[in-house]
């Protein structure tokens, strides 16, 4: 499995910007589908975002399709999450997670691996 690390949330005032980072472990990084998911209190955590192997095929949640953005650098080990015009419903803590193959997936059972996560908050 690889291990990951979350990185870059805080507090925002609505209609602001964010960019979250996960770094990974490990060689086979490339080999990963990447997903980040989100967890606000009393609810379930839901689909934010996901990316192929190469980054070639996105999907998004349809709460932030065009306001987030997702991307990675396989060179760096890294998935990124950039967060545009915020707002409140959107506070909650952020998960990074891989999934090993191919198929890019919006169940989070599908997912092996989690990062510890980061707090997003969006204030009115």
């Known amino acids: 499995q690889v291990q990951l690390v979350e990185s870059g949330g805080g507090l925002v005032q609505a209609g602001g910007s964010l960019r979250l980072s996960c770094a990974a472990s490990?060689?086979?990084?490339?080999?990963?589908?990447m997903g980040w998911f989100r967890q606000a209190p009393g609810k379930e955590r839901e689909f934010v975002a996901a990316?192929?192997?190469?980054?070639?095929?996105?999907d998004y949640a349809n709460s932030v399709k065009g306001r987030f953005t997702i991307s990675r650098d396989n060179a760096k080990n890294t998935v990124y999450l950039k967060l545009n015009s915020l707002k409140p419903e959107d506070t909650a803590v952020y998960y990074c997670?891989?999934?090993?193959?191919?198929?890019?997936?919006?169940?989070?059972?599908?997912?092996?691996?989690w990062g510890q996560g980061t707090q997003v908050t969006v204030s009115s």
């Open positions: 997670a891989a999934r090993s193959g191919p198929i890019v997936t919006r169940r989070a059972a599908d997912f092996a691996s």
């Open positions: 490990g060689r086979t990084f490339s080999s990963y589908v």
């Open positions: 990316i192929s192997w190469t980054g070639v095929m996105t």
